[in-house]
């Protein structure tokens, strides 16, 4: 007896797709008809796969015995089964109810690498089949809570590498700079999809994500550049270094943005990166963290909790002359007098978190 097909909620996943994995499950449970869940997610069903990418079900037995793995062809395509259970679900549900993690307890992002990509799956796979237990499951998982802890995972790590490369610049350990600054931007890029709304676990597709969602696509060239610079091994130092601080700056605007435009819902757009040359920039080991009672400003090992105005003004900083940071896309939620802008900037700076701008950077 085949497990009948029920419609889940509507998803990314397109509409062939979702009748194919519909297909496969029907073939796939007449040998196992115990099953409780089955959804369809990964790489293919993203619209991310290549030409080789197997079709991802995920299944779970009513009876929490393991289900069959492996793979089959069907329509001249590979399925791929990955048998779940329901202790794994019910947990990753609890974990991803509502956003609690805070400055002192960030227990709430602490998954095994295998978790955080079956929590993206349930996040954002189609569900196919679901009894009701299952079912309530399944929509327990607050996907907006999932897309904060992607934004702050990559958040966290972005800013402990952007520590990392002012380190080795100012130490003149330039490749480590050019490793760390490069690992930094993906994280800010993983960051910044996830304050559009956009929430994947292999950094193999990030660029092209990026380049797909409207609200991202035109930072495209920048990144590129950064990540593919064309530098030889042996290039001056001081290039090399230009070049690794420019990521981390670039980092800063990207997480910036993801934490706070992106935070309350999915920002339509990521404003473009445009630093000036002549004035107050934002250092580039500093970055802003996300919790759930507050923002804090992060960077030399030490943090301090500030207000959003507080948030706004820093990340405001690229370079550009005082006289045009009123105009920053940062600041447009703000209505800030120049008065109070330049008495702010100036605690900023005597937080250590500002600079003005080395030669070129």
């Known amino acids: 007896m085949a497990t009948p097909v029920i419609p889940g909620p509507a998803g990314p996943i397109a509409d062939d797709l979702r009748a194919l994995a519909g297909r496969a499950l029907e073939r796939y449970a007449q040998g196992e008809v115990r099953i409780g869940f089955a959804m369809v997610s990964g790489s293919r069903a993203m619209g991310l796969g290549h030409a080789l990418s197997d079709l991802d079900l995920y299944v779970v037995r009513t009876d929490d015995a393991p289900a069959r793995a492996g793979t089959f062809a069907l329509e001249g395509q590979t399925i791929q089964v990955t048998p779940l259970d329901t202790a794994r679900i019910r947990r990753l549900a609890a974990q ?49 809570t999932v897309r904060r802890l992607v934004v702050m995972r990559h958040a966290t790590y972005a800013v402990e590498l952007q520590e990392d490369v002012r380190g080795t610049v100012e130490s003149g350990d330039l490749m480590t700079a050019m490793v760390s600054s490069q690992r930094t931007l993906m994280h800010a890029v993983e960051c910044a999809l996830g304050g559009v709304g956009e929430v994947y676990d292999h950094e193999k597709v990030a660029l092209r994500r990026l380049a797909r969602h409207p609200g991202t696509a035109h930072l495209l060239p920048e990144v590129w550049r950064l990540l593919h610079p064309g530098v030889a091994v042996d290039a001056p130092a001081g290039e090399l270094a230009g070049i690794a601080r420019r990521r981390a700056l670039l980092a ?98 005597a937080t250590g978190a500002v600079e003005q701008p080395p030669p070129g950077a």
């Open 252 to 349: 800063s605007h990207l997480v910036g943005y993801a934490v706070l435009d992106g935070w309350d819902g999915p920002a339509a757009r990521v404003p473009p990166f445009t630093p000036g040359q002549r004035g107050p920039v934002r250092r580039y080991d500093y970055g802003l963290l996300r919790f759930a009672n507050g923002i804090a400003l992060t960077g030399e090992d030490k943090g301090a909790r500030v207000s959003e105005a507080m948030a706004r003004l820093w990340l405001a900083l690229d370079g550009r002359p005082f006289d045009e940071i009123a105009s920053s896309p940062a600041l447009r939620p703000l209505d800030a007098a120049p008065a109070v802008l330049a008495g702010a900037l100036e605690k900023l700076r």
């Open 96 to 144: 991803a109810d509502g956003y609690r993690v805070t400055a002192r307890d960030r227990s709430q992002q602490d998954f095994t690498q295998s978790d955080y990509k079956v929590l993206l799956r349930l996040a954002n796979g189609a569900l196919l089949y679901a009894d009701a237990e299952h079912r309530e499951l399944f929509e327990r998982l607050d996907r907006e």
